[in-house]
């Protein structure tokens, strides 16, 4: 498998064993919350689908149970932003976690009508297919969230999805002396999410970076480093299972990709009475990720606040629609050799020093479940 992407300057080719990375002169660090680029807005790729006048908007999500963030806030957002664009309604579908059913769903959508198609692939790869089929009928699709493999795709809007892992692998560098007692005592496993999803190779890569000094001068002992198929949260606490019982227990660092899988990794950690003694990173700024942070069951998550991913995207449907040319800070490429003009928002890590003024302060949180069993006062948030 090739995967050819660039990310905010960073213009990567991981094929097998090949990765490489060059970082384009003067295009700065990843720690800003702008995307590279001049400043120009791109052209679409595809000048023959337009979109304009379009009042049908097909919203594809692609599954429920693998991050609370899609019901819970992706898809009322995106409604919300994209019906308040005057006469536009939306028509939702999600794909729980099948391919084939997304494809099923972007055919659907064509015929009825939608005319401009917002996809977050179940399959970065496989949705090349609807990017092919809404060409043919002249309907701009922007992917949202995970970018599709499609030089024809005309927009992406997400987070810098790099950057998310180098937040996580971060924070493992700055807090791993808590957890790590020296040699022996130093293992650390890694359980990544579906390496179908262009996103968690990212968030791999960004992690696999920071840490690698560390790997590399064996401070950081790596006994286990896997993709996780489908993201699936209950295949997560039977890895973290199988890791305790090879190491006898012994791991001091759980590296884990999302919240929903560092619930049920922190599952397998209390079944071991071992939550709260291993580092535990997360990603989402879910409910239950904040909970268990509050509690010191999870170390971090990393919040990416929907409301702007969703704005954005609500943002290019509306110029699409008025004839505009969408405003793009950035561009993605794909692995055909695609350059799509892209939004990239920033990610920001968050641990219990700052919830109050991250989530909190956003109201990202719903606090009475974020804080169900907790003392009043727990962390400055009960
Ligand atoms: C998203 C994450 C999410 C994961 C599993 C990724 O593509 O960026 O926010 O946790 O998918 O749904």
Known sequence: MKLFTRQRGSFTLMSGVLLLTLILAGCGSANTGTTTGSGTPAATTAASTNGKGCTKVGVLLPETATSARWDGKDKPYLTTDIQAISGVTVDYYNAQGVSATQQNQADQALTKGDCILVVAPNDSAAAAAIVTKAKASGVPVIAYDRIIQSKDLNYYVSFDNQKVGQLQGQYILDHYKDYVKGAGKNNISLINGSQTDQNAILFNKGVEETLKPLIDNKTLNKVYDQFTPNWDNPTAQTEMEGVLT?????????????DGMAS????????QHLNGKVLVTGQDATDAGIHNILTGDQSMTVYKAILKEAQATADIVKALHDGTTPTTTGTS??????????????P???????????????????????????????GGVC
């Open 348 to 378: 920001v890590a968050v641990d219990k020093t700052n919830i109050v003024a991250t989530v909190v302060k956003d109201n990202y949180i719903d606090k009475a479940t974020v804080c169900a069993g907790l003392a009043a006062g727990t």
């Open 246 to 258: 090879k190491n006898a227990n012994n791991v001091q660092i759980a590296y884990v990709a999302n």
């Open 264 to 271: 049920t990794v922190i599952a397998a950690l209390k079944a």
């Open 333 to 346: 490429l794909t692995s055909d050799g695609g350059s799509i003009p892209s939004v990239l928002e920033a």
